[in-house]
Each structure stands twice: as structure tokens, then as C-alpha cells.
């Protein structure tokens, strides 16, 4: 049976595995980046590094298949991206005009990242990033997500917010099924929010 846990910081390379095999609208990205690892870089491997305890795991016999990771307080976690996280990766991937698509998009990221703005983090100062491999999507992301959403309420969180691309419909379905309400669309992601 699997089972919901603390995310660890051991944890980190089943995340970076997972992120990339759900890379592409929640579909395998592994054939698309010449550096696989980029993706995790940007939404896996911070969380398990500098927040790891607003996470989780699940995992069955067969490995960890999903996780669920963010930071309570997403002001602050992104001040300590810019201090512990984003220095090292600048100076591993320092000229992303040198990448091909979408590499270079990513390390764009990294070297200038986008800033949550105060009107969003104010009403949903917390924010998250799921992913599940097949074996465990329909049914499980619900279990995850009520797991995360009751530990940042614990926490005092008033609200939480995520970025879904459109093409990922099955995501966008499920997170208006929860609850989760578009405040923003810019581009080809949609911005949700949840009252907690």
C-alpha cells in the first residue's frame, strides 16, 4: 500500500527523476533538454534542499512515485533562493544564449527568476509544485494535496497558490475540481489560488 511521508533531503533525486518524467504537461520530458537536470534544479531540488519540511513524499514497494513540495511562506523562500540556491546553479549554466530550447528558457530562470508579486503572496503567501508518475495519478493527488494543504494550515498559512501550464489539462482540471481559483492568466500558465 502506499504510503504519504516527510519529505527528506535524501529524497532529492527521486524528485529530480519524477519532475522530468512528468516534465512536458505532466508527460515524459526526458527527450526534450539536453541538461535533464535543469528542471529539477528549478522545482524539485530547492524544496528538498532549503524546505524540506513542507513536503512530501509517496512512495509504494516499487520507490518514491510523487511528491508534493512548496514553501509556507513564499516571500521568504524566495530572498533565500536568491542567497543559497541560485549563486552555485548561475555559475554552473552562466550563458543560456548558448542552449537550445527549452534549456535555455530554464537557465533563463535561473539566472534572472521570476519574483512572486505582494498582491498574490499576500492573499496566498504559500505556494506548490505536485508531481505523480502514472502508477499513482487518479486518486492519489487528491490525498496528497489534502495532506500539504492541512500542514500549511497548521502552519498559519491564510492561502496558497501554483502555476499550471494550459496544455497540462488533466492538472488544470483537477485543481479547479479542488477547489483552486484562476486569478491570473498570462501567456500559456494559469495562476490558482486556494483560501485555506
Request: charged share 25%.
Amino acid at each position: 500500500m502506499p504510503q504519504i511521508r516527510p519529505l527528506r533531503r535524501e529524497d532529492r533525486d527521486a524528485l529530480y527523476a519524477i519532475c522530468l518524467k512528468t516534465g512536458d504537461a505532466g508527460q515524459d520530458a526526458t527527450a526534450l533538454y539536453r541538461y535533464p537536470e535543469l528542471l529539477g534544479h528549478l522545482y524539485a531540488g530547492p524544496y528538498a534542499a532549503l524546505e524540506p519540511k513542507s513536503g512530501f513524499v509517496l512512495e509504494d514497494e516499487g520507490g518514491i512515485g510523487g511528491y508534493i513540495v512548496g514553501a509556507r511562506d513564499t516571500y521568504m523562500f524566495e530572498n533565500k533562493l536568491e542567497r543559497e540556491w541560485w549563486p552555485e546553479l548561475r555559475l554552473r549554466y552562466p550563458d543560456p544564449s548558448a542552449l537550445p530550447e527549452p534549456d535555455r528558457h530554464l537557465v533563463q530562470s535561473i539566472n534572472k527568476p521570476w519574483r512572486t508579486p505582494k498582491r498574490i503572496t499576500e492573499l496566498y503567501p504559500s505556494h506548490l509544485h505536485i508531481n505523480l508518475l502514472p502508477r499513482f495519478q487518479g486518486g492519489w493527488g487528491r490525498c496528497m494535496m489534502d495532506r500539504w494543504l492541512a500542514a500549511m494550515r497548521e502552519r498559519g498559512s491564510p492561502g496558497a497558490h501554483l502555476g499550471v501550464g494550459m496544455r497540462n489539462e488533466r492538472a488544470v482540471k483537477f485543481y479547479q475540481r479542488y477547489g483552486f481559483k484562476e486569478f491570473q492568466h498570462w501567456n500559456d500558465v494559469l495562476m490558482l489560488g486556494i483560501v485555506l
